[in-house]
């Protein structure tokens, strides 16, 4: 059977049955909502704010250059700004899946929930399986995962 594992530190671990496109839009839908409500996941997306020169930059001193958040257009700030430029357009397109999550699109929470897993977002990790015994696979996840957080905390 298909299913949608959630597992972090602070639960049991929970699995959700995924085998008909139905179950699928139910399962991305409540945990969308949990992670909107519970965790406030999103809450900084609404903080967004356009990208612009920083201040430094704008008055030609570019060696001062605030980093991060600068798109200015110089040699030297230009290979940042990129980065800057690119987290800019994935976090104004996961605004765009949260409102449309939240007015009940499935398909825009399983992408938005998709991306951010795979870029490690805490508490908002989730792994599709196939699994045989979905009470073992689930004890079985659940430890790798445990000792993963174990590890990451010795190293401090
Ligand atoms: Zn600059
Ligand atoms: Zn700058």
């Known amino acids: 059977m ?3 594992i959630y597992s972090h530190r602070k639960n049991d671990g929970e699995m959700y049955d995924i085998n008909t496109p139905d179950q ?4 991305y ?3 969308f909502a949990e992670f909107d409500n519970y965790w406030s996941a999103y809450d ?3 903080d967004v704010e356009p990208l612009t020169p920083c201040e430094p930059c704008s008055m030609n001193l570019c060696r001062h250059c ?3 958040n600068c798109v200015c257009e110089s040699e030297t700030c230009k290979p940042r700004a990129m980065a800057a430029r690119r987290r800019a357009g994935k976090e104004a397109r996961w605004k765009t899946l949260v409102d449309e ?3 009940g699109n499935a398909t825009s929470a399983k992408k938005l929930i998709t991306e951010r897993s795979r870029e490690g977002y805490e508490y908002e990790i989730v792994r599709e399986a196939e699994v045989q015994d979905s009470v ?3 004890a079985r996840y659940s430890k790798e995962l445990k000792a993963e957080a174990k590890e990451k905390a010795a190293e401090g």
């Open 2 to 4: 298909k299913v949608l």
């Open 136 to 138: 073992k696979e689930l």
């Open 66 to 68: 605030e980093k991060g």
């Open 101 to 103: 999550a939240r007015s």
């Open 44 to 46: 900084d997306l609404e």
């Open 29 to 31: 839908l409540r945990l």
């Open 24 to 27: 699928e839009s139910a399962a």
